[in-house]
């Protein structure tokens, strides 16, 4: 990740964080990591409608506007309670007034950003990476948002020597510090998918070439 940069997430890498030993969701455009909410808990049955969710996205909880728990005129009472219609989970208050309910945990899990790890991508895109050196080829799914210096970090598992290698788009030099839009690589998915084109053989390729100095790995 570059200096400074937030941390972009593609939908699948928050998916794999599924289980109560491991659970991520986001919100709002927001990814969280709530194991130690988990762990803290464990055991808890107001956790089950968070781990029912785990890996994906609940912005569909949230009021986007005030950035908390949808609210509801409860029918019976005529008072306004937490929209929870999955049933209440941590840190919600019971409808009623309840001597067993700690509201000491001071911020909300849902406010409190020591569980950010970074940000949903708005939109991903696949592109396909190719060493002219090997002739090998992959295709990897990266954040639109992300620079080439962080995509590069996501290629370092295919090749762990991939800062050695000067990054070409038709040609041309990659800005490093730019984003593919940036460096003038266009998001095409709308078109080919309106013609139909909707596979690997038309996916834009990066060419890499070796600059013979591994000082860079």
């Not at 998916?15 to 659970?23: A, F, K, R, Y």
């Not at 055991?43 to 005030?66: C, M, Q, R, T």
């Not at 090998?136 to 954040?143: G, L």
């Not at 596979?199 to 600059?211: C, H, K, V």
Request: charged share 25%; aromatic share 12%.
């Amino acid at each position: 990740m570059a200096k400074g940069r937030p941390k972009y997430f593609t939908p699948n890498e928050v998916s794999v964080h599924n289980t109560i030993d491991d659970l991520w969701v986001s919100f709002l455009g927001r990814v969280y990591d709530l194991t130690p909410l988990c762990e803290k808990y464990k055991g808890d049955v107001l956790l089950k409608p968070i781990i029912s969710e785990a890996g994906k996205d609940i912005s569909h909880w949230f009021n986007p506007k005030l950035k908390d728990i949808r609210t509801h005129v409860d029918p019976l009472t005529g008072c306004v309670l937490p929209y929870t219609p999955h049933g209440r989970f941590i840190h919600i208050p019971p409808p009623c007034p309840a001597s067993d309910w700690a509201n000491d945990f001071g911020r909300p899990w849902w406010k409190d950003e020591t569980y950010n790890v970074g940000i949903l991508s708005k939109k991903t895109r696949f592109v396909k990476i190719i060493n002219t050196l090997t002739s090998q080829d992959e295709v990897i799914e990266v954040c639109s948002e992300e620079i080439m210096k962080e995509i590069l970090d996501r290629y370092l598992t295919y090749n762990e020597h991939a800062a050695s290698y000067t990054w070409k788009y038709n040609g041309r030099n990659l800005d490093m510090e730019q984003t593919l839009e940036e460096n003038g690589i266009c998001d095409e998915d709308e078109e080919f998918y309106e013609l139909g084109m909707n596979d690997e053989t038309y996916i834009q390729a990066i060419n890499l070439y070796f600059n013979d100095d591994l000082t860079e790995a």
